[in-house]
């Protein structure tokens, strides 16, 4: 053949590879749907998902912590980072453990950056620490907080330190993850941490924010919510019409797993003792979801991870410098709801303030049990992990009981037998004024009516942790003297 011959065949060449660009080319300029449209065949997306962490990441009697959540993950789902796989969380990732109440959540950052979560959800207790601090944490993250229903009333919109949602790409196929806050926010939260915002109805929330990740193209939609599973079966039917696989609940520390119409709610437990793995098939051509299953799995190995666990000893290494001084001995565990732990916490306060004639607490800021051995300053860390201030108040005695009315409140000074006594024997009067103390928590929560009553309290400026330690301390207990000998175990109030 020569020159020009292939100079011919050159050119046919060239205009059927100039037509076969140009085809290419005006697929990829196509709408959402018609590229989605050219993607055939089934497609699996794996929901791994924990809830109210807490700061447990240590191994403990009751699971392997964060570095064995992460082997099974590997060992037992086949999770790889470039997989069909999305990592959840439905918030209160930081307060409770010492190893993570310490550093104000910077360690169960860290362990969830390497762990590898795509998202989690603003939960009540990520304002423990205040708001700055929780910008700080969410800066600090390789992946977005989540709250479509969390709205700055300064602005109208959603804070910067959240976003409403998140879409993932996965083989052509666009998931989107929603995030729901608990309405309760406002009054189970410190009240100066949570006041600028405005926490909307659920219903309210997805039908602002479903329109949007649908237009965006999004074939699976997911919601990450710190919202006990009870409240979200009512959200179900709008769920179902909305077209959502996936719900992860929160809030409760329930386990909870129901499946039907292809929608999962499901909510694992708390602590890291449990987790949930959601398989959900989505037809690509069809644009449907074919199957939704869930399962709940205990975090229980023998195997661990050895990044999570050098970065937990670093952060325990870290806590036990600060607060791992023996203060105290019990040869029984102090369990965390029982009489004599609540007795113990509000009798240290009127201990520390002696004019006072009655300490008052809830029962929910009583965290964790104290376990039997050597106490320690982290051991009533994790029994009272907030940074709760007390306060003093002056109140008439019919006020007194009016105040102590709910039924999570527990104190110290008096007891009850449907009607109020001093346990020195001193008779109460509802003339009478008393020294009240309690924390700021519940001085400010609109839960209480403290403020009602005494509108300027004193701020005493002391850590409502003070008076416990010096408490213990005091009785100098060891091996042959154990503080449990010093508990009251009777309970001071019926119903």
Known sequence: MNYFSNKKV????????????????????????????????SFELTVIYTNDEHG?????????????????????????????????????NFTGQSISTFSKGESMIEVMNAIGYDATTVGNHEFDFGVDVLKHRAEQANFPYLSCNMIDKQTGKIPDFTTPYLIKIYDGVKVAVLGLTTTSTPYETRKEYVENFEFLDYTEALNKWIPEVKGAGADIILLSCHVPSEELKELRPVAEEMGI??????????????????????????????????????????????????????????????????????????VEEELGNVIGYTDTEIFRYSPAMRNMVCDSWLYYFPDAD?????????????????????????????????YELELKGSWVVDCLKPEDAIYGGVYDDNGLH?????????????????????????????????????????????????????????????????LDTLSRRTY
Not at 380 to 388: A, E, I, K, T
């Open 10 to 41: 050159y050119k046919s060449s060239l205009i059927m590879l100039l037509i076969l660009v140009g085809i290419i080319f005006y697929s990829g300029c196509s709408d959402n749907n018609t590229v989605t449209n050219t993607l055939t065949g």
């Open 56 to 92: 447990w990441i240590e191994k403990n009697d009751n699971n392997s912590g964060a570095a064995g959540l992460i082997s099974l993950w590997k060992e037992q789902e086949g999770y790889t980072a470039e997989g069909h796989f999305i990592i959840l969380s439905g918030g209160d």
């Open 245 to 318: 696989a996936f719900i992860g609940a929160a809030h409760s520390h329930q386990t909870y797993n129901d499946v039907s119409n292809h929608l999962g709610i499901v909510e694992a437990s708390c602590f890291m003792n449990k987790y949930a793995v959601a398989k959900i098939k989505y037809d690509k051509a069809k644009h449907t979801l074919t199957d939704v299953t869930i399962e709940l799995k205990d975090n229980k190995t023998e195997s661990s991870d050895t990044q999570i666990d050098d970065i937990i000893a670093n952060w325990k290494e870290t």
């Open 358 to 390: 009655i300490s008052v607490s809830n029962i929910g800021g009583l965290r964790e049990s104290i376990p039997m051995g050597d106490i320690k300053n982290s051991s009533v860390m994790n029994v009272l992990p907030f940074d709760n201030i007390i």
């Open 422 to 486: 001093f346990i020195n024997g001193k008779q109460f009067h509802p003339d009478s004024t008393y020294k009240i103390l309690t924390s700021n928590y519940m001085y400010t929560s609109d839960s209480y009516k403290f403020k009602q009553y005494d509108t300027e309290p004193y701020n005493t400026g002391i850590n409502w942790r003070v008076p416990l330690i010096q408490w213990i301390e005091d009785k100098n207990t060891n091996q042959s003297n154990s503080l449990f000998n010093y």
